[in-house]
């Protein structure tokens, strides 16, 4: 009876255990980005959008190199997790720059977007050129990283501009995505305390 019981219950949990959770990101407010790697001047615009009446405009502002712009973060990850993120990007430079990439990093650190723990690799293709389209990418936890950055790259020289909108992160339940409108605002003290009254 009691297993016939357990068996119920994991029927029931089954569906939940293994949804995913999605955060959506459109620049609608003022926050641009929650971090950066390299020069790039970030900032709210509203001319090209996608939807809404914002988007993010990223500005290559590096000699050499490739600069990154920090959109989102997950955290609470563990091996064999699959994170799915997009954003559409703008550019009318066909088979040139100006152009952008979707990329990743592992994060191994939740209280620092700045830990780094290497390339999680990312898209190879910079898109058509015409407009809006969208990119994306799907990465597999490995390596017991617990923790991806989102990244925009821009391509490639000092000045080429690029324009990125609505964002979609799709992560496993029990991670948490943060995008740009997250903020650090809780020490790790207070989130001791808030962890201890549950
Ligand atoms: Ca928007």
């Not at 050499?64 to 997009?86: E, H, K, M, N």
Request: net charge negative; with cysteine; hydrophobic share 40%.
């Amino acid at each position: 009876m009691k297993s016939l019981l357990v068996a119920a219950v994991l029927l029931i949990a089954a569906p939940f255990a293994f949804a995913d959770i999605t955060e959506t990101y459109g620049w609608e407010g003022s926050a641009t980005i929650l971090g950066n790697y390299g020069d790039i001047i970030c900032s709210i615009d509203t001319d090209p959008i996608h939807g809404g009446s914002q988007s993010l405009k990223l500005v290559d502002d590096a000699e050499s190199g490739t600069p990154q712009a920090y959109v989102g973060w997950v955290v609470g990850l563990s091996d064999g997790d699959v994170v799915t993120a997009s954003f559409w990007r703008y550019d009318t430079t066909p088979a040139a720059a100006p152009s952008c990439r979707i990329w990743g990093g592992w994060n191994d650190d939740p209280t620092d977007i700045y830990n780094y723990g290497g390339s999680a690799s990312g898209q190879s293709e910079y898109g058509p050129g015409t407009g809006w389209d969208l990119a994306e990418y799907t990465w597999t936890v490995e390596g017991g990283h617990t923790g991806l950055v989102i990244q925009v790259r821009t391509y490639s020289e000092a000045g080429d501009t690029v324009w990125v909108d609505d964002m979609t992160i799709t992560a496993p339940d029990g991670a948490e995505i943060r995008t740009p409108d997250y903020i650090m605002a809780l020490s790790s003290d207070t989130w001791a305390a808030i962890k201890a009254t549950f």
